[in-house]
Antibody, heavy 121, light 110 residues
Framework: EVQLLESGGGLVQTGGSLRLACAAS????????MRWVRQAPGKGLEWVSS????????HYADSVKGRFTISRDNSKNTMYLQMNSLRAEDTAVYFC??????????????WGQGTLVTVSS | QSVLTQPPSASGTPGQNITISCSGS????????AYWYQQLPGTAPKLLIY???QRPSGVPDRFSGSKSGTSASLAISGLRSEDEATYYC???????????FGGGTKLTVL
């Protein structure tokens, strides 16, 4: 059974940093591109970042470019999101998800339950 | 303002058929596949339709997807109370080099 478990969320001050992790199990992790998607309270889905199978290819939404860094450790079946210079508008539930067979351009076929990040002054 | 445009709300009565639209452009839906997700309140999104019109195993055949030009549609036939959820469309955008979502359509089953 495919499982994705996010961790690392919490309350952080404006300008602070946080690192999210997504632990994957139930599939061959290094075969699949992965992504982070967030959802602000009461709002819709917003794509944050995607990473290729090897980690060599990464893409970011303009809203987080230069502040967030996506990475993965295939030996640990884990994906990360390093978030720096956090702003109030980064407050959201952050979901990790697995892309389908076509890689980075494919939709997400499995999603984690999400971890809440709250940025407050 | 979302790159993909969806109606913010839709409604129907049990047994009815409804369609949710998703309008994009020549940089996203036009050249790429469209995807649809269902999100129940307080839960993670669930893949409903992939590659325009394919259903993952376990998704009832009451749900179907289609694409024409730069727009995609999600059709739900025989509406049921458990279909009450928010539905999102998605596509890869070649110009933005990233994933774009619609703003979501909240479906109410009256």
């Amino acid at each position: 059974e495919v499982q994705l478990l996010e961790s690392g969320g919490g309350l952080v001050q404006t300008g602070g940093s946080l690192r999210l992790a997504c632990a994957a199990s139930g599939f061959t992790f290094n075969f699949y591109a992965m992504r982070w998607v967030r959802q602000a309270p009461g709002k819709g889905l917003e794509w944050v970042s995607s990473i290729s199978t090897s980690g060599a290819g990464t893409h970011y939404a303009d809203s987080v470019k230069g502040r967030f860094t996506i990475s993965r450790d295939n030996s640990k079946n884990t994906m990360y999101l390093q978030m720096n210079s956090l702003r109030a508008e980064d407050t959201a539930v952050y979901f990790c998800a697995r892309n389908g067979d076509l890689g980075i351009i494919e939709g997400a076929d499995y999603w984690g339950q999400g971890t809440l990040v709250t940025v407050s002054s | 303002q979302s790159v993909l445009t969806q109606p913010p709300s839709a409604s129907g009565t049990p047994g009815q058929n409804i369609t949710i639209s998703c309008s994009g452009s020549n940089s996203n839906i036009g050249p790429n596949y469209a995807y649809w997700y269902q999100q129940l309140p307080g839960t993670a999104p669930k893949l409903l339709i992939y590659r325009n019109n394919q259903r993952p195993s376990g998704v009832p055949d009451r749900f179907s997807g289609s694409k024409s030009g730069t727009s995609a549609s999600l059709a739900i036939s025989g509406l049921r109370s458990e279909d009450e959820a928010t539905y999102y469309c998605e596509a890869w955008d070649n110009s933005l080099t990233g994933v774009v979502f619609g703003g979501g359509t909240k479906l109410t089953v009256l």
